[in-house]
């Protein structure tokens, strides 16, 4: 988590939902990278101020984890039981400050927690239709590894490599490359 304009955030995810709540869920108060100038933790690291009740410094914690919200609490149509807790997913947006390529500099992320059986019961599957469907790119890692996930391999192929798409995927990679000019094809 990086300090960032909560308004993009909005504009991407949606505002938040008003009937949900974090509630016991703490799965990004360790597994997230958080590098703000007031606080800042490895990803994967418990933060010091968790505790057996949640966090012990609820009513004063840092200005991020005031403001930052995961998609679940932003996105209306993820399943209620895609809460990360719950799930064994985290859904987040990322954004990354030197991507190895444009669908990489401001994404949806979704993550496995560890021990979660989010692929055998389905809930992966019903995350990643919930949120494989805008300009978007949709990043899936399971801890080993990490796949694009939206848009699909033919779609971000000629996004990625400026080569011109056939007629039948040309108004798709038009729309993705207009989005994601800014971060340049290829780094």
């Not at 995810?13 to 008003?18: F, I, N, R, S």
């Not at 947006?93 to 949806?108: G, K, R, T």
Request: with cysteine; glycine share 6%.
């Amino acid at each position: 988590m990086r300090q960032t304009d909560p308004d993009l955030e909005t504009a991407l995810l949606g505002p938040l939902v008003a009937d949900r709540a974090c509630g016991d869920c703490t799965a990004c108060c360790t597994e997230l990278t958080v590098d703000t100038p007031e606080f800042a933790k490895p990803a994967g690291t418990p933060c010091i101020h968790l505790c057996d009740r949640g966090c012990g410094i609820h009513a004063v914690r840092p200005r991020i984890c005031r403001t930052w919200f995961c998609a679940w609490r932003r996105i209306a149509r993820l399943p209620d039981d895609a809460r990360p807790d719950r799930s064994g997913l985290l859904v987040s947006l990322n954004f990354v400050s030197a991507p190895q390529n444009c669908l990489e500099a401001v994404s949806i992320h979704v993550r496995m927690l560890a021990g979660s059986d989010a692929i055998a019961n389905g809930m992966a599957a019903a995350v990643l239709d919930s949120v494989c469907d805008q300009l978007v790119p949709v990043w899936f890692s399971d801890g080993a590894q990490k796949m694009l996930m939206h848009p699909d391999n033919d779609v971000a192929r000629f996004v990625l490599s400026g080569e011109t798409p056939p007629a039948s995927l040309q108004d798709e990679v038009a729309a993705w490359r207009e989005r994601y000019a800014a971060f340049g094809s290829r780094r």
